[in-house]
């Protein structure tokens, strides 16, 4: 099993950027995919963006594709999401997620693939 904590959320403006960061303990830091979704009230939670095991492969939702990265740094088990030009669209609570194919340059697509999810952080935007 794997632990995260997600952090770096919090309430911003349109415009503005955060970086969110998720810190992976149990296991080796890179050994898995992970995952970025979100979740706003009333909706289902979705796939913001996500990255391989060996971190070759990315992908994001289309709404975020330009403003949105996501990044290892594997020395620190830590993924990040680095959120740019924010819109209040963008408001959700952010979770980190886990899941592990042999194929080190999957990258897994729905939710019921990943098997560990952090606690998640609050992210606000107004206009």
């Known amino acids: 099993q794997v632990h995260l904590v997600e952090s770096g959320g919090g309430a911003v403006q349109a415009g503005d950027s955060l970086r969110l960061s998720c810190v992976a303990s149990g296991r080796n830091g890179a050994d898995y995919i992970v995952g970025w979704f979100r979740q706003a009230p009333g909706k289902e939670r979705d796939l913001v963006a996500a990255?391989?095991?060996?971190?070759?492969?990315?992908w994001y939702q289309s709404s975020v594709k330009g403003r949105f990265t996501v990044s290892r740094d594997v020395a620190k088990s830590t993924v990040y999401l680095q959120m740019n030009s924010l819109r209040p669209e963008d408001a959700a609570v952010y979770f980190c997620a886990v899941g592990f194919r042999f194929n080190a340059g999957l990258i897994l697509r729905d939710a019921s693939d990943y098997s560990d999810w952090g606690q998640g952080t609050q992210v606000s935007v107004s206009s």
């Open positions: 990255i391989s095991r060996n971190n070759f492969n990315t």
